[in-house]
């Protein structure tokens, strides 16, 4: 609420829900939301390594538990269901 750039970023109208089916998914699965994200990532093709930004200890511990979680195609579409593309955020052309 205090990061005006962070608006730039996020869509509210397109992103939460988004957000919000993963933490639904990962509750489901018995793992975090984190780990739901970065295991989608590493299913993507072309995606080999993703960039994760982690200062705590736990963000270390979601990406190493997300490159073991194995994400069923059932899963991967309910994560992808509600994704409305739009711009690149962060980008102005």
Known sequence: KTDPF???LYRPDLDVPVIDRA???AAEIGVSPAQVALAWLLH???VTAPIVGATKLEHVED???AESLALSVELIARL???YV???VSGIEL
């Open 85 to 87: 593309p739009h711009p």
């Open 63 to 65: 990406a190493l538990a």
């Open 44 to 46: 993507r093709r072309g």
């Open 80 to 82: 992808e269901g509600l």
């Open 6 to 8: 962070l608006d730039s």
């Open 23 to 25: 933490t639904e998914v």
